[in-house]
């Protein structure tokens, strides 16, 4: 059980009440250590940096008068995190691999900059469905020349690093 992260991050939730309270600090915070655990492109990262006060007139004029805004958005930090603790209770940390070390991103190095594989890497370690890493991936290489392209996929294919 990943009782460590755990720990951090019922610490986080801990900070929900402390006094003063500086939503953006605490934002910070939250998305450092979601972005170790689960990666910079994790959903959970997106969630708790959405996280914003609504200041504007409906939402002021709709009230209930019962929570205020920063109060709304402690809620919803506090939602992410606890799912978040169930989460890895539940199933644990999430695997990660070492992206540098896959036959495939290493028949590739000849033909990409340092940039275009550290993206891949970043790509390939978040928590994104298949379909959209395999289209961002895409997106990096789209600008490779058609005899480098093949020539790095026949590499991957051959297994050869």
Same mark, same amino acid.
């Given at each position: 059980? $990943?009782? *460590? +992260?755990? %720990? =951090? =991050? +019922?610490? =986080?939730? /801990?900070? =929900? /009440? %402390? *006094? $003063?309270? /500086?939503? %953006?600090?605490? *934002?910070?915070?939250a998305m450092i250590l979601l972005g170790r655990i689960f990666g910079e492109d994790s959903r959970k990262v997106e969630l708790i940096r959405a996280i914003q006060p609504d200041f504007s007139s409906w939402s002021l004029r709709d009230a209930t008068g019962r929570m205020s805004q920063m109060d709304v958005c402690k809620k919803m930090g506090r939602e992410i995190l606890e799912a978040t603790i169930y989460e890895l209770e539940s199933f644990g940390l999430p695997k990660k691999d070492e992206p540098a070390e896959s036959g495939g991103l290493m028949g590739l190095e000849d033909f990409i900059t340092g940039r275009q594989s550290r993206e891949i890497i970043q790509i390939i370690s978040s928590d994104q469905p298949d379909d959209e890493k395999e289209r961002k991936i895409g997106e990096v290489l789209k600008d490779l020349d058609q005899v480098d392209l093949l020539a790095a996929l026949a590499r991957v294919l051959v297994g050869r690093k």
């Open positions: 059980m $990943p009782a *460590k +992260e755990i %720990q =951090l =991050l +019922e610490e =986080l939730i /801990d900070r =929900l /009440d %402390q *006094k $003063p309270f /500086d939503l %953006q600090s605490w *934002k910070t915070n």
